[in-house]
């Protein structure tokens, strides 16, 4: 029986040696322990009828696994990955800068041509892929893994493009080159694909994974746990900013001092301040959240953004290549108010949601990467992994 108990409790926690130790920061607060007394506590109280000495090697097989779980023992072939990982998406950054610089597309003085400027970075960029995504199979640090299957998940969005250029995916997830289809293609095309202009364009993305991955096995300072309040209460104040510009109330008319019915404008300008200013102050914790579930609901509150910047600049509402907003008030007190309702009616809902789950994963410390809350349930929205991926 206790043998049956071993088993099951190993299959139920560990279907790998990445998963096994993927949680490390759970067993520290707290979260494993929670969930394997609440949910293993059953069986164990139902066996009341059994020998004492059964009772104890039930625990013990309980209090063996927790601490394994809180002082795993990886293996030098899992360090050797897991600092190998670290130093690749550093490196693929830097290529993923490279092929973001204008300077790559324009002729050098030596005589280097803007053509082969453009396909060594571009060879170094695939190569540098490669490395990251072959070695983060043999990792266990989850928080940088979880990032590096965001990365693959947009490169194979991307797949036509790149084809294009002569890249393509192979089954295991890595990229192969055409050197000769890449030397034939137009470079404007490249860099577009790479352009740091357009928040959601392919290289922004991947930059913002690989910056999310930079910091994700990093230890959270006061100074970090400080910027965490901080987002998360500018995020509960852009949600009911959001709320607030979706609401018929808001734009509910008044009489002026003619008895005209007219808008509340002074109202709407001042809640759209109110948005723009703490949607800024959200933003700003994009480069230092180390949670997984802060970066995937930032990343799709800036797509929304990026589909409706068009829209919000006849307002007088503009979004720069950081993706940071900027309102003019007298552009925006002359638009027609009706046509500012019908627009916030739909995006400043989808802000408002988006930014409840950024207030969520700030303020309760839920990793969407783990899957495992700080109040030791699971959670699933937002979970992605590496082996999804291969």
């Known amino acids: 029986m206790s043998t049956n108990i071993n088993s099951n409790l190993f299959q139920s926690f560990s279907s790998s040696s990445g998963n096994f130790f993927a949680d490390y920061a759970s067993i520290k607060n707290g979260s494993y322990a929670k969930l394997m007394r609440s949910y293993y506590g059953k069986v164990y109280e139902s066996s009341t009828s059994t020998a004492g000495s059964k009772k104890s ?31 690749g998406i550093s490196s693929l950054k830097s290529s993923v800068s490279v092929l973001q610089d204008e300077k790559t597309y324009t002729d050098t003085e030596k005589g280097q041509t803007a053509e082969e400027k453009v396909v060594s970075a571009m060879k170094d960029y695939v190569s540098q892929y490669n490395n990251v995504v072959s070695t983060a199979k043999h990792s266990t640090l989850s928080g940088k893994t979880s990032h590096v299957a965001s990365v693959m998940r947009s490169t194979a969005q991307n797949a036509d493009k790149l084809a294009e250029m002569g890249i393509t995916i192979n089954s295991n997830g890595t990229l192969q080159i055409n050197e000769g289809k890449l030397k034939a293609t137009d470079i404007s095309k490249v860099q577009e694909l790479f352009s740091n202009k357009k928040v ?64 509340d404008i002074d109202k709407i300008f001042a809640t759209a301040k109110s948005f723009v200013s703490n949607y800024n102050s959200m933003l700003d914790s994009d ?50 108010m009706s046509k500012v309702q019908k627009l916030f009616k739909d995006y400043g809902a989808s802000i408002a949601s988006s930014a409840s789950l950024v207030d969520y994963y700030m303020t309760t410390q839920a990793d969407a990467a783990s899957g495992y809350t700080s109040a030791g349930t699971y959670n699933v929205q937002g979970s992605v992994r590496y082996e999804d991926f291969m």
């Open 287 to 336: 480069k230092s959240s180390l949670n997984s579930g802060v970066s995937a609901n930032l990343l799709r509150i800036k797509e929304k953004t990026e589909q409706n910047s068009d829209a919000l600049k006849q307002f007088g509402i503009s979004v720069d290549r950081n993706g940071r907003m900027k309102i003019d008030e007298e552009t925006f007190k002359k638009s027609d």
């Open 200 to 263: 959601t364009s392919y290289g922004s993305t991947v930059m913002s994974r690989l910056q999310f991955a930079g910091v994700a096995a990093s230890a959270k300072t006061s100074s970090s746990e400080k910027t965490n309040n901080t987002a998360g209460s500018a995020a509960a104040s852009l949600k009911a900013d959001g709320e607030l510009l979706a609401s018929d109330k808001l734009f509910e008319k008044i009489k002026d001092k003619d008895g005209k019915e007219t808008y």
């Open 57 to 87: 090697r039930s625990s013990n097989v309980l209090d063996k696994i927790l601490e394994e779980r809180r002082n795993p023992k990886v293996s030098e072939e899992v360090q050797k990955a897991n600092a190998n990982l670290t130093s």
